[in-house]
């Protein structure tokens, strides 16, 4: 079955650096699209990052270019995600999503994932 595991996950002052990773089995990785959404208690899903399945094309959301940087190593069947100069508003649970449906613009739609893990919490404080 499908398992998505993130980690790296914790706690970072403003302007810190945090790396999410996201282990993928039970699918064959290199042929799906990934995302990374973020969801905060009581606020809607937000698609963070994504990138293509093969061709490394990568999509972000507005408030975090420049500062996050989405990667892949199909290899390792792995997802990750660089995140620098954190913001207080970048608090909340993150998510690695497999992309059933993988379109040309961002943000995909809500339900163009089919699978996501458990979400690993960031929490940026001073």
């Known amino acids: 079955q499908v398992q998505l595991v993130e980690s790296g996950g914790g706690e970072a002052q403003p302007g810190g650096s945090l790396r999410l990773s996201c282990a993928a089995s039970?699918?064959?990785?290199?042929?799906?699209?990934m995302s990374w959404a973020r969801q905060a208690p009581g606020k809607e899903l937000e698609w963070v990052a994504g990138?293509?399945?093969?061709?490394?094309?990568?999509f972000y959301m507005d408030s975090v270019k420049g500062r996050f940087t989405i990667s892949r190593d199909n290899a390792k069947n792995m997802l990750y995600l660089s995140m620098n100069n954190l913001e207080p508003e970048d608090t909340s649970r993150y998510y690695c999503?497999?992309?059933?449906?993988?379109?040309?613009?961002?943000?995909?739609?809500?339900?163009?994932?089919?699978?996501r893990g458990q979400g690993t919490q960031v929490t940026v404080s001073s």
């Open positions: 999503t497999k992309m059933r449906i993988w379109r040309s613009s961002w943000p995909p739609h809500l339900y163009d994932y089919d699978y």
């Open positions: 039970g699918f064959t990785f290199g042929l799906y699209g």
């Open positions: 990138i293509h399945a093969e061709n490394g094309d990568t």
